[in-house]
């Protein structure tokens, strides 16, 4: 038969650094380190305010997006569910018992006699010491694991939004540089009619000016409505969000050349690493927990009898005592193995989210650095753009070319505009995963009630 070994919690297989955590996270009784918490979720209260960015929503209004985000409720409900289950571990599993018994006894003899019996116990199982402390323990690590959930919820929900108000920046840049390209073909256009009616240009020229423009506007119907499509997706989601009459052009700072230092802040402040931690802790309790379930707890109790109608009377105490079996082995070798995967998932969450750090940084460095390359371009062509444009009015060159010039212009701001507004979302994202953006940990005095000691 295959011998299983037993391991307490800290003997479980965990990663580096992850025991130091655990064993920070509880002190020396088995309780929440209530300071520590503190330092892992700040309240949002004491980060204070932070100016609002032109280019993000107020700070006024994300704080109501994220309290109302139904991800956020959820999380909030989970925590709630995690401190019921902690009252209920650190109430026990066992409860008082009542029985009772009535009975008939008959007695064979002549004539023969009944009697009416009644039998009365009241008893109760008693949890072992150690058990209960460890039930403290396991809930709450439970109550630990819901609060950085509820900070995964927001955080999640923060990323969300984001995005969405960077898709809706992208449509709406798109749309305004298409309402520039028509206005100045619809200029130019002008332009050659009245040349075309003066007899000064070719009725060939007119034609390609109103197919120029005729393009321009069929591109700007198409931007306008994805604009007005990733608004209406804005305002469904997030109702308290109000968006701005036109995009403001804000140019994405650098972020510095230190890449490890945004990997530590990264890693410092990740809520999804933070919950894995804090399952992994629990399974370790978890596993302690099934170890000390194998000592069985005993059940004693008083019992009350009234026999043959009162004739005889009987009081006493009872104790039972289950007998343990392999199941009770086979329940903390499951425990330990699950304590050992937990570890292992979080080792693989922790490599997973260095790589997506070290990733986030070198993506936010290069989109700026292609936002740099595209705007100088940009300036380029406008001014040939312009000079082409000048060129033909002088009558120095054709109107193909210079609707080319102007095509081209055109196309490298588009282009300059997105990768602007892309550098932008890579470096709010890369402030926003190291907590440097918007107050991601909500435990404030609406969730005070959640912090236990």
Same mark, same amino acid.
């Given at each position: 038969?295959?011998?299983?070994?037993?391991?307490?919690?800290?003997?479980?297989?965990?990663?580096v650094?992850t025991t130091?955590?655990?064993?920070?996270?509880?002190?020396?009784r088995?309780?929440?380190?209530?300071?520590?918490?503190?330092m892992?979720?700040p309240?949002?209260a004491?980060?204070?305010?932070?100016?609002?960015a032109p280019d993000l929503?107020p700070?006024?209004?994300?704080?109501?997006?994220? $309290?109302?985000?139904?991800?956020?409720s959820?999380?909030?409900?989970?925590?709630?569910?995690?401190? =019921?289950?902690?009252?209920?571990l650190?109430?026990?599993?066992?409860?008082?018992?009542?029985?009772?018994?009535?009975?008939?006894?008959r007695?064979r003899?002549?004539?023969?006699?009944?009697?009416?019996?009644?039998?009365v116990a009241l008893?109760?199982?008693?949890?072992?010491?150690?058990k209960?402390?460890?039930?403290?323990?396991l809930?709450?690590?439970?109550?630990?694991?819901?609060?950085?959930?509820?900070?995964?919820?927001?955080?999640?929900?923060?990323?969300?939004?984001?995005s969405?108000?960077?898709?809706?920046? /992208?449509?709406?840049?798109?749309?305004?540089?298409?309402?520039?390209?028509?206005?100045?073909?619809?200029?130019?256009? *002008?332009v050659?009619?009245?040349?075309?009616?003066?007899?000064?240009?070719?009725?060939?020229?007119?034609?390609?000016a109103?197919?120029?423009l =005729?393009?321009? @506007?069929?591109?700007?119907?198409?931007?306008?409505?994805?604009a007005?499509?990733?608004?209406?997706?804005? $305002?469904?989601?997030?109702p308290?969000l109000k968006?701005?009459d036109?995009?403001?052009?804000? =140019?994405?700072?650098?972020?510095?050349q230190?890449?490890?230092?945004?990997?530590?802040?990264?890693?410092?402040?990740?809520? @999804?690493?933070?919950v894995?931690?804090?399952?992994?802790? /629990?399974?370790?309790?978890g596993?302690?927990?099934?170890?000390?379930?194998r000592?069985?707890?005993?059940?004693?109790?008083?019992?009350?009898?009234r026999?043959?109608d009162?004739?005889?009377?009987?009081?006493?105490?009872?104790?039972?005592?289950?007998?343990?079996?392999?199941?009770?082995?086979?329940?903390?070798?499951?425990?330990?193995?699950s304590?050992?995967?937990?570890a292992?998932?979080?080792a693989?969450i922790?490599?997973?989210?260095?790589?997506?750090?070290?990733?986030?940084?070198?993506?936010?460095?290069?989109?700026?650095? *292609?936002?740099l390359?595209?705007?100088?371009?940009?300036?380029?062509?406008?001014?040939?753009?312009?000079?082409?444009? /000048?060129a033909?009015?002088?009558?120095?060159?054709?109107?193909?070319?210079?609707?080319?010039?102007r $095509?081209?212009?055109h @196309?490298?701001?588009?282009?300059?505009s997105?990768?602007?507004l892309?550098?932008?979302e890579? $470096?709010?994202?890369?402030l926003?995963?190291a907590?440097?953006?918007?107050?991601?940990?909500?435990?404030?005095?609406?969730?005070?009630?959640?912090?236990?000691?």
């Amino acid at each position: 038969m295959k011998r299983h070994t037993h391991c307490s919690p800290e003997a479980a297989t965990a990663p580096v650094g992850t025991t130091s955590f655990a064993q920070r996270l509880f002190n020396a009784r088995g309780r929440v380190n209530s300071p520590l918490l503190m330092m892992l979720f700040p309240l949002a209260a004491l980060a204070g305010p932070a100016a609002d960015a032109p280019d993000l929503p107020p700070q006024a209004q994300v704080t109501s997006v994220l $309290r109302s985000s139904p991800m956020v409720s959820a999380a909030g409900a989970m925590l709630e569910a995690e401190e =019921a289950r902690s009252r209920r571990l650190a109430a026990g599993p066992h409860e008082w018992t009542l029985r009772l018994t009535d009975q008939q006894r008959r007695v064979r003899t002549t004539p023969a006699e009944r009697f009416n019996e009644v039998d009365v116990a009241l008893e109760r199982a008693l949890r072992l010491p150690g058990k209960g402390e460890l039930d403290r323990q396991l809930g709450a690590a439970g109550i630990a694991s819901a609060k950085i959930g509820r900070g995964d919820a927001l955080h999640e929900a923060s990323r969300a939004l984001l995005s969405g108000w960077f898709d809706w920046l /992208r449509e709406q840049s798109s749309a305004e540089q298409w309402r520039k390209q028509r206005d100045v073909l619809a200029r130019q256009a *002008g332009v050659v009619k009245r040349r075309v009616e003066l007899g000064d240009a070719p009725r060939l020229e007119k034609l390609q000016a109103d197919a120029a423009l =005729a393009q321009a @506007e069929a591109q700007l119907a198409q931007a306008e409505g994805r604009a007005q499509v990733t608004a209406e997706s804005l $305002r469904r989601l997030y109702p308290a969000l109000k968006l701005p009459d036109s995009v403001p052009e804000v =140019a994405p700072e650098a972020v510095g050349q230190d890449a490890a230092k945004w990997v530590t802040a990264i890693l410092e402040h990740n809520h @999804e690493l933070g919950v894995a931690r804090a399952e992994s802790l /629990r399974a370790r309790v978890g596993a302690s927990r099934a170890e000390a379930e194998r000592r069985p707890d005993p059940s004693v109790g008083v019992r009350v009898a009234r026999e043959r109608d009162g004739e005889e009377r009987l009081i006493g105490l009872t104790l039972s005592l289950p007998l343990p079996g392999e199941g009770r082995r086979a329940d903390a070798d499951a425990a330990v193995a699950s304590a050992q995967a937990s570890a292992h998932r979080e080792a693989g969450i922790q490599r997973r989210i260095e790589a997506e750090a070290a990733a986030l940084y070198r993506r936010t460095t290069a989109a700026r650095a *292609g936002w740099l390359g595209q705007q100088a371009a940009a300036e380029a062509l406008v001014r040939s753009a312009d000079l082409s444009e /000048r060129a033909w009015q002088l009558g120095e060159g054709s109107l193909s070319d210079t609707l080319n010039a102007r $095509r081209l212009a055109h @196309e490298a701001r588009l282009a300059a505009s997105l990768a602007r507004l892309d550098a932008s979302e890579a $470096r709010y994202r890369l402030l926003l995963d190291a907590h440097q953006l918007w107050a991601l940990d909500m435990d404030d005095d609406e969730h005070g009630e959640h912090d236990h000691p």
